[in-house]
């Protein structure tokens, strides 16, 4: 019996206008009063729940639909916090849950408070649906909402892996980092993120003698700094295909409307060095997929200086250096070395990440994922994906869990770009497309 989905539409676009109106904002989260609102929505159905306070106004909250045990559990994870808005930018109210023009405004729309509304609503659906009904589900149904995902996950993810990991035993976990993007030609397709690069800080010290500024040095730090940048902007990382990246392009290849591109798609899997690398070449063009090609460089902070009148000694900048699945942080800093031809100037490694395996794109989860997506939409794409961003699926996947990230929302790619940014949105008609996603995709793997 399908759930009367007109019913469950409305209640949908409801319940996230409630969750968008929680301040959520990171810092400080102050998530508790939505955890709270979670776990009442949840009680009030029979749900069972388990809240958690790692510290004053941070929250996690599990629920459990039980089933019969005859397989290891499956994860519905979403996180509650948000990141800051500059509302002089906004043309609506970022925590009203604005509706106009066919879409839904409000910080936390697309990340990641849609995907949580979509997920409280399945947990609510299969207990209505399936286990009021009498029917049983052959694995647990675990709710995670989690805090501080927008800065780390130190009293979020990272904090229940270190304190509660049982409440996390799963085989499978369905969670945020990939999307649903519509192209030209009007077609779409679901990336699923399998695996996430790894997130590292490199920082480059420039010195130069000190002095005062009214007497210019030859080896100012900061010009030493400057010139360092300006060789390192000329540096490429060499192209690695992984595994998901190889099956992500393969796919792809399908749908793709660009004959430029496409032709660039089957040159790179084609199993030729010279085709893939011509390939690589035309791809590298477009931002994202560059991104997924090879380990990436970018500078973020600098620092030099504290008086006008006083050179300083000492320059630095900070780099997100993001390696792929396999790749050595100290192999890329090596390289970076390499390209830069300045006297005093050094390399250090001030933060490493932790590598994740990929989880399985052959898996039971994922061929749930894609079987849903065919019901709504047979002509969809279902691709791997290999996530430049960070999530707390690495975290899972880190204890055995194979988590899969969805963004479940088809959206043209100038929506998606609102996330983290202003008036972010998201149309009502592919909210309604996500909910049905996840719900589909779990009835299928819980039953």
Sequence with gaps: MSPDWESAEKETVSRL?????????????????????????LAAEGIETTLLEPTQNRAQLVA????????????????????????????????????????????????????????????????RMVVSSGETLSRDVVFVATSDEEAGGDWGMGWLVANHPQLLDAEFALNEGGRT???????????VQSAEKISHVVTL???????????????????RLGRALDQLSRHMEPTILTDTTRLFFSRLIDIWPNAQEKKAMHDLVLGDETASERGAEVLSETPVFNAVLRNGISPTILHAGK??????????????????????????????????????????????????????????MFHAIASAAHELDPAI??????????????????????????????????????????????????LHFGTRLIFRSIELIAR
């Design 17 to 41: 206008r409630e969750i968008i109106r929680f301040d959520t904002t990171n810092p400080p989260g102050n998530e508790l009063p939505l955890a709270l609102y979670l776990q009442r929505a």
């Design 307 to 364: 008086q006008i009148n006083v050179i300083p000694d000492l320059a630095t900048a900070d780099f997100n250096v993001r390696t792929l699945p396999g790749q050595s942080v100290d192999d890329v800093v090596q390289r970076m070395r390499a390209a830069v031809n300045q006297p005093d100037v050094a390399f250090e490694i001030t933060h490493r990440g932790e590598e994740a395996p990929a989880s399985d794109p052959e898996s039971p």
């Design 181 to 191: 993007r519509m192209i030209e030609g009007g077609k779409t397709y679901l990336a």
């Design 205 to 223: 010290i420039a010195r130069g003698s000190a002095g005062h500024a009214a007497i210019p040095l030859a080896d100012n730090a900061v010009f």
């Design 64 to 127: 459990r639909i039980r089933g019969t045990g005859a397989h290891r559990p499956v994860m519905l994870l979403a996180h509650m916090d948000v990141v800051s808005v500059e509302r002089a930018h906004w043309t609506r109210d970022p925590f009203a849950g604005d509706i106009a023009d066919g879409y839904l405004y409000g910080r936390g729309a697309i990340d990641d408070k849609g995907m949580l509304a979509a997920n409280l609503m399945t947990m609510l659906l299969l207990k």
């Design 381 to 430: 794409a279902v691709v791997p994906y290999l996530s430049t961003g960070v999530t707390d699926s690495a975290r899972l996947r880190r204890l055995g869990v194979k988590a899969y990230g969805v963004l479940p929302f088809p959206m043209h790619q100038s929506d998606e770009e609102r996330m983290h940014g202003n008036d972010e949105r998201v149309p009502i008609a592919s």
